[in-house]
């Protein structure tokens, strides 16, 4: 069936670090593929997404890159802050839905300062 | 900027009791979700709902659960006879359109504990 894994985390940085926070998936056809952040206190947001291969999505600078030969949409921001302190989820939309996204279980991210 | 809201932040009951989460999508939404995140877990689909009636459920979506929209600006989730494994997050999502185009839009969440 269609899934995505993440890595787990906590994943800890100091302030101006480099990020990375990988995702594969699996799936049938042709999914989209997104990343969500879920501040504390809050909804889970959309990030950033793709929508085939090779597109690159960014935003607030993250960036991931749809890798269909390596089946990837890792998480990358050159220099993190205090303020990117959250959880972050890679999913897809299902292909076969018209609705559903998949998540994966969801990396939670700490900076210090 | 409009969001989406749910009620209440956090419900406690018991084990067998029926609970109702509540949830405001944004006004001019059409399309509307549940999903849930058991502790440590991933985050599940388990319905859509669009024009009054449910277009997609999961396969956790059994008998036990149900999905209404009362009135114009509500969307409930409600579970009958709660069980212990039923604890988790429930998020309340809305969209405009259906399909990957268009942003889910999520709630903060409700977190339910069954004792």
């Known amino acids: 069936g269609n899934s995505v894994t993440q890595m787990e985390g906590p994943v800890t940085l100091s302030e101006e670090a480099f990020l990375t926070i990988n995702c594969t998936y699996t799936?049938?056809?042709?999914?989209?593929l997104f990343w969500y952040v879920q501040y504390p206190g809050e909804g889970l947001q959309l990030l950033l997404k793709?929508?085939?291969?090779?597109d690159k999505g960014s935003n607030k600078g993250f960036e991931a890159t749809y890798r269909k030969e390596t089946t990837s949409f890792h998480l990358e921001k050159g220099s993190v802050q205090v303020s990117d302190s959250a959880v972050y989820f890679c999913?897809?939309?299902?292909?076969?839905?018209?609705?559903?996204?998949?998540f994966g279980s969801g990396t939670r991210l700490s900076i210090r300062p | 900027e409009p969001e989406v809201t749910q009620t209440p932040s956090h419900q406690v009951t018991q084990m067998g009791q029926e609970v109702i989460l509540r949830c405001v999508p944004i006004s001019n939404h059409l399309y509307f979700y549940w999903y849930r995140q058991i502790l440590g877990q991933k985050v599940e689909f388990l319905v859509s709902?669009?024009?009054?009636?449910?277009?997609?459920k999961s396969e956790i979506f059994d008998d036990q659960f149900s999905v209404e929209r009362p009135d114009g600006s509500n969307f409930t989730l409600k579970i009958r006879s709660t069980k212990l494994e039923d604890s988790a997050m429930y998020f309340c999502?809305?969209?405009?359109?259906?399909?990957?185009?268009?942003?889910?839009?999520f709630g903060p969440g409700t977190r339910l504990t069954v004792t």
């Open positions: 793709a929508t085939k291969a090779d």
């Open positions: 799936a049938t056809g042709y999914p989209s």
């Open positions: 709902f669009y024009n009054n009636e449910i277009s997609e």
């Open positions: 999502a809305s969209s405009k359109g259906s399909g990957s185009n268009y942003e889910q839009y």
């Open positions: 999913a897809l939309s299902d292909p076969s839905s018209a609705s559903k996204i998949i």
